[in-house]
């Protein structure tokens, strides 16, 4: 079996599409979505990260504002420009990059946005709604990543869908996601001492770990979708995931490419909790 590859930047170009599309209908009534984009020092993959955000939005026509500040900014001083585009009636969705400097404290920062404009779904409240089915903003890469099961037509009702990954920002919302389709869940991570027999057991696999070859052609029951969230580098500099896709390719059912495969769907999950948070007014 060669498995199908889920084309992230295909559904993306739909799903933004309709972003496109829904945020003409709210223009004609005066609202156009606005999203700030918070930089705070020179990290390199944030500069480029915060540059696709903005320019995403900018094509599909929604309102931003990237406000960049330099590495020494005092966290009192971000706190403050937060309260302000928390009371700013333009701004729809507030997103500060991470990571943030050592001396200024993220979980504080990510906590003064309005759960209204956590578009990001980083803030507790935002994760406190996801667990108990509340309506509120879903972490963008997981979101994703149930937007492509969904694509697929894939139904998680009595399925075994195996996370590894416990992180804050893809492991455990991915779980919450999966779970609140009805798929039996399990969480893997550094400690699980035999992760093959976990993942041989999976209908579904999401590999969030951040490292290559976690998941190998020999720990896939055939037939099962994998999802790769990873982004790392191989030995000749070139973008790979968390799977060793030419192996795994050969037994699952569904796999997502890295590049061109959760990624792109991670900005356009942007663009959508962004359009519904000027959508909810
Ligand atoms: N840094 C890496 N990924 C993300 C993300 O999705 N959002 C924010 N705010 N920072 C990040």
Known sequence: MTAQRIDGNALSQKLRAEVT?????????????????????????????????????????????????????????????????NQDPSIHGILVQLPLPKHIDSQKVIEAISPHKDVDGFHIASAGALMTGMPGFWPCTPYGCMKMLENIGYDLKGKHA???????????????????????????????PDLK??????????????????????MVKPGAVVLDVGMNRNDEGKLCGDVDFDGVEKVASYITPVPGGVGPMTITMLLVNTLEAAERL
């Open 21 to 85: 599309s829904r945020t003409q209908v709210l223009k004609a009534k005066g609202i156009t979505p606005g999203l700030a984009v918070i930089l705070v020092g020179e990290n390199p993959a944030s500069q480029v990260y915060v540059r696709n955000k903005v320019k995403a939005c900018q094509d599909s026509g929604l309102h931003s504002l990237l406000e960049k500040y330099a590495e020494d900014m005092t966290e009192k001083a971000l706190l403050d420009r937060i309260e302000s585009l």
């Open 162 to 192: 195996v996370v590894i990954g416990r992180s804050n920002i893809v492991g455990k919302p991915m779980a919450m996601m999966l779970l609140q389709k009805n798929a039996t869940v399990t969480i893997c991570h550094s400690a699980t």
């Open 197 to 218: 027999a976990m993942t041989l057991q999976a209908d579904v696999i999401v590999a969030a770990v951040g490292k290559r070859n976690v998941l190998t052609a020999d």
